[in-house]
């Protein structure tokens, strides 16, 4: 054997037979899955994330609590009742007839009292003796803070403390008035004493 056959008979037994398996993976051309952080994952429109946690001196404080104080002028504005024609200056308290112990509130100007809806004193409990819209009217005079009953419109007569009501006259307090079926007692707020006026209330 010549030199040339032995060196190539030494190579070939000294050097590993790759052997190639079906679907086996090339090692030198894989690339290493780990070496690669994960993706992150993605929040879709339904998934909620857990609120930031609070650190630091503000973690322990409680919600804090405004508290609403009225001013005076709203104090003011609370205690004064009022009505369509501004704060009350008396009442017709029912004492008889359809509506008994219910009353009604008076206020600065001609008060008409009626049954119907356009009535600014409506008495409406059933009284069909009542005119609809003006059986009469209280009128109470701011300026001279004097109180006045006058027929009204219709043709029923109103009554007081048993007199017909013929001509404008004053009232003073306590007067029983009855108009229809129906007896009232007048019960006066303002007067020489007292006027929401001369406290300081606007009208």
């Known amino acids: 054997m010549s030199r040339d056959q032995d060196d190539m008979r030494n190579s070939f037994f000294s050097r590993p037979t790759e052997i190639h398996r079906p679907g086996a993976r090339d090692e030198s051309t894989v690339t290493n899955d780990r070496a690669y ?3 992150a994952p993605t929040v ?20 804090a609590t405004r508290l609403h104080r ?11 009742p009022v009505t369509d024609a501004g704060p009350v200056t008396g009442w017709l308290v029912v004492v ?5 112990g219910q009353a009604r509130a008076l206020g600065y100007g ?23 819209s003006a ?26 403390d048993g007199a017909p009501v013929l001509s404008p006259r004053p009232l003073t307090g306590g007067e029983r008035i009855d108009i229809g079926r129906t007896g009232l007692r ?3 707020l303002c007067g020489d004493d007292f006027d929401w006026a001369a406290e300081g209330e606007t009208r």
């Open 37 to 39: 952080p994960a993706t």
């Open 44 to 63: 879709g429109p339904g998934d909620t994330q857990p609120p930031p946690k609070v650190t630091g001196n503000n973690s322990n404080r409680e919600p």
């Open 70 to 80: 009225p001013t005076f002028a709203q104090e003011g504005a609370q205690a004064a």
């Open 96 to 100: 008889n007839g359809p509506g008994r």
């Open 110 to 132: 001609v008060n008409n009292i009626g049954r119907g809806n356009d009535a600014r004193v409506c008495l409406d409990f059933g009284d069909d003796e009542i005119s609809r």
């Open 135 to 160: 059986h009469c009217a209280v009128i109470y005079d701011g300026r001279n803070r004097k109180f006045f009953i006058q027929q009204g419109s219709g043709s029923n007569l109103a009554y007081v």
């Open 186 to 188: 007048f019960v006066p």
